[in-house]
């Protein structure tokens, strides 16, 4: 056992003796595992945010928007088309297998309450945006059907809104100014943070009294709506559901057969995995750039082994003289240099680990050290000892025993 465990107390004794050297070695190591685990674990805890905000909404949603030149696929016709309140109550009629359907409209308007005031986005809604949107309500009620239909001037803001226009204060039941028009704060909703579905800086008001107020109509007199949200009655009837929407939508826009529909249906399921894609491929790249660091401190460690094989040529030579075959000097110095960058691996996951936490802890960000993340960046860290060491040990290996005695 004692000869196992000879190379590795060597390679202890090499780093223990040459500190200063030892140390700048490893703090290039060090720096690199460290940024790539503070790198990709935002990137994970992004991707783990963000799908969890698409969650809270449930994989039985769809959007409908409509199509734009903007997004018209390249060497097609470019299309504008526009969807209307009317569409959306014909899928309410027409298509099964549905549970409720909230088409909205919104409009940039300032707000006033007292002396203060801000622009918000106004989004007229109908009663079954809550239910569609997850939407919950921590003072007050959302709208109801008869406050809908009869054109109420009802607003339920958001948390952000109701601390910009009112401070500190409860304002339920009192009013704000949206253009010409004077409304009852009816409920603040329940903050979402910074999520796919977050209503903190919303104003939400009856879609029929936005209407109202800025009403657009399309050149058949219906109102123009923008977009038209779906809640499936489960995940397994989303497919069906959308299949039946685009047909729907295409006899009521009379699209010709072979023609670009001129509105857009997408599941949350298809939204998700697009942006997970994005995400990954986003992570990937911030653990390619810390990565450069790791390369940085690789040629480091190749330098220093180099100059340890032409200090120790003395040692190599008596080793030889005794009969080590040059495989035992060539694992020597692979040994040497991967204690070295284990040693760093080590520290920097220690560093790297401390600093996602505290990122977390701030709440500008999240980050997420995964288990994967932290092979791969030991894993890289020993590897780098393993192909740095590899010249300086092959070098040493080859000394001529005589040549290497005769070095002072």
Not at 99 to 111: K, L
Request: aromatic share 4%; net charge neutral; charged share 10%.
């Amino acid at each position: 056992m004692t000869n196992i465990f000879d190379p590795l107390s060597t390679a202890w004794t090499t780093m223990v003796t040459h500190k200063l050297r030892s140390i700048l070695t490893i703090l290039g190591v060090v720096i690199g595992v460290s940024c790539v685990i503070i790198l990709m674990s935002i990137g994970q805890g992004t991707q783990q945010t963000i799908t969890n905000s698409l969650n809270t909404l449930g994989p039985n949603i769809l959007y409908v928007t409509p199509e734009s030149a903007a997004q018209s696929s390249i060497g097609r016709a470019p299309v504008s088309g526009m969807l209307t309140l009317e569409d959306a109550q014909a899928i309410a009629a027409s298509v099964p297998n549905i549970n409720a359907v909230a088409p909205t409209n919104s409009i940039g308007m300032q707000v006033i309450a007292g002396n203060q005031n801000m622009t918000a986005q106004i989004t007229g809604v109908t009663p079954s945006y809550q239910q569609v949107n997850n939407i919950q309500v921590v003072g007050g009620d959302f709208i109801s059907q008869d406050q809908y239909t009869g054109f109420a001037k009802v607003a339920l803001i958001g948390p952000t809104v109701a601390t910009t226009l009112f401070g500190g204060e409860n304002p339920l039941g009192k009013s704000i100014r949206i253009g010409n028009n004077i409304f009852r704060v009816a409920g603040v909703l329940k903050s979402k943070g910074a999520s796919f579905s977050s209503t903190d800086s919303a104003v939400l008001i009856p879609l029929t009294t936005l209407q109202g107020m800025a009403s657009k109509l399309t050149t058949t007199g219906q109102h123009e709506v923008s977009s038209i949200a779906v809640q499936a009655a489960n995940k397994n009837s989303a497919s069906a559901v959308k299949s039946a929407i685009t047909s729907l939508l295409q006899f009521r826009h009379r699209i010709a057969a072979g023609a670009d529909n001129d509105f857009t249906v997408i599941s949350m399921d298809e939204i998700s995995a697009s942006i997970n894609t994005a995400l990954s491929s986003l992570t990937i790249l911030l653990g390619a750039i810390a990565g450069i660091s790791l390369l940085v401190g690789g040629i480091g460690v190749m330098n220093i082994m180099l100059v340890s094989v032409m200090e120790r040529k003395r040692e190599i030579g008596i080793r030889k003289a005794l009969g080590a075959e040059g495989a035992e000097i060539w694992g020597q110095f692979l040994l040497d240099a991967s204690l070295l960058t284990f040693t760093g691996g080590l520290i920097g996951l220690g560093i790297g680990w401390g600093a996602s936490s505290l990122i977390t802890a701030t709440g500008i960000l999240t980050a997420v050290v995964t288990l994967n993340t932290v092979l791969l960046a030991v894993g890289v860290s020993v590897g780098i000892g393993l192909i740095f060491g590899f010249l300086p040990a092959w070098q040493g290996s080859r000394l001529d025993p005589i040549q290497a005695l005769r070095s002072e």
